[in-house]
């Protein structure tokens, strides 16, 4: 998880409202960073073309307006590009997923969901990023709006949602007009969310069910770089493990 520091509006006061959290995510490319500059109202955010594909690499962005009523963090994070992951990349993912939990429960929770597609085909793709992080991390709690990039060939973007209402929604992705208001957060203890990211991921990929399995490999990865004690790992594997478990 990297945090960039924001100075928007130097003079607005030191002291402000606790701020809001948001979570931007959408495949590469989809125009994240753009729509981070122009809430922020400067360029704060970089393209993330250095960045590989599939890991749910996360960087917040504090965004500190004049009016406090209007501060929030944006999670700029990455989604899913692909339907399959090796084992690398799932554990990889896996990692990235602890950092944004600890993160987001240290902030407070999740308030809000930005969700980035590209004007064009809906794809599978699209499906898949909605149910990780609106169904699996956040259980579909908090309030989701759909901002949908790359219209500047239609002569009224709205014609866009015109035609392709039907398809969204065929593709079971619902709420996605819900208003973004000042609203309780989502939030839950980080072992249990974290334990119902790792039995919930592989649901959304084609191989990910024989991936990640070893239970040597699985200690490793979360006492070395999540930084948790081996008696909590062993714990949370057995969490993980268990169906009576529920989240």
Known sequence: MTRIPNHT????????????????FGEMGV???????????????KSSSGIQPCNLESTEYPIRLSDPQLN?????????????????????????????IVSLKNQGGVHGLLFCIKGGRVSRTM???????????????VPLALVVTNLETEVKMDDWWTRNKVHVEKRKVHNMLRVLGRAEPYSMDTSSWFARMCRLLPQLLL???????SRQKMIQML????????????????RIGSREDKY
């Open 9 to 24: 509006n130097d003079t607005a006061p030191t002291i402000f409202a606790h701020p809001q959290n948001f979570i931007v």
């Open 31 to 45: 125009g994240k960073s753009s729509l981070i500059n122009l809430i922020a109202g400067e360029q704060v955010a």
């Open 72 to 100: 929030v963090n944006l999670f700029d994070t990455v989604g899913l590009d692909s339907p399959t992951m090796d084992s690398a990349s799932y554990l990889n993912a896996l990692v990235k997923a602890h950092e944004l």
């Open 127 to 141: 499906q898949q990023n909605y149910r990780l992080f609106y169904e699996f991390l956040c259980q579909k709690k």
């Open 207 to 213: 191989t990910a069910k024989t991936l990640g399995r």
């Open 223 to 238: 006492t070395k770089r999540c930084k948790l004690r081996k008696e909590d790992a062993v714990q949370l594997l057995q």
